[in-house]
């Protein structure tokens, strides 16, 4: 089974700074990589996903991901913060398990607070 | 809109008490999912299905079941015999297929009293 590594819990950022959230798995096949933010009081939403291609992918609100497949990491990264982008930040892994199916495992996730 | 709704948001029970979550979904998904998020725990698989009639255990499967009797619908159950049934429930789907993106719900919060 995989399993996926966040670095940070919590990590604490003043606007305009710039930031790189880790991710690492362990899963030794093919694997489809996304990113997910939970704003305060809201549902989780897709930031970015990595199916294919070129490993550096872009999401919504500024951030990108670049898949390094020799050290199994996803990191995040945006060049400047805003307040708005203060939530919680999943990784997640997606492989196959068996029998048609594919299982999303999520990492523990990193709460990021920015200070105005 | 198309797109999964929880239900209840907020659900109390008393020790001893099973309760049922729903969850429905209108994107003609094949794929639902069920993860419990607890603090610092991120989210964990309880449940999920590819297709109606047929689901499969995730990591924490214990004490909890489901159903898959039609396509939009994964109803959980979470019974007495869970010993730490306090937590956030969320409900996800996919097209399924070759994996791809979980569209989440909103979610639902259970206390246990």
């Known amino acids: 089974a995989q399993s996926v590594s966040q670095h940070n819990h919590h990590v604490i950022l003043s606007e305009a700074a710039s930031l790189e959230l880790g991710c690492n798995y362990s899963y030794g096949g093919t694997v489809n990589l996304f990113w997910y933010v939970q704003y305060p009081g809201q549902h989780l939403q897709l930031l970015l996903k990595?199916?294919?291609?070129?490993?550096l992918v872009k999401g919504i609100k500024g951030f990108e991901a670049e898949f390094i497949k020799s050290k199994f990491s996803f990191n995040l990264r945006k060049p400047s913060v805003q307040w708005s982008d203060t939530a919680e930040y999943f990784c997640a892994v997606q492989a196959y398990s068996g029998a048609g199916s594919y299982q999303l495992t999520f990492g523990k996730g990193t709460k990021l607070s920015v200070i105005p | 809109d198309g797109g999964i709704t929880q239900s209840p948001k907020y659900l109390f029970r008393k020790e001893g008490q099973n309760v049922t979550l729903s969850c429905e979904q209108n994107l003609n998904h094949d794929a639902m999912y069920w993860y419990r998020q607890d603090p610092g725990q991120g989210l964990r698989l309880i449940y999920y299905s590819q297709i109606v009639n047929d689901f499969q255990k995730g990591d924490i499967a214990e004490g909890y079941s489901v159903s898959r009797e039609k396509k939009e619908s994964f109803p959980l159950t979470v019974t007495s015999a869970q010993k730490n049934p306090t937590a956030f429930y969320l409900c996800?789907?996919?097209?399924?297929?070759?994996?791809?993106?979980?569209?989440f719900g909103e979610g639902s919060r259970l206390t246990v009293l």
């Open positions: 996800a789907s996919s097209s399924g297929g070759g994996g791809g993106e979980l569209f």
């Open positions: 990595y199916f294919s291609g070129d490993p």
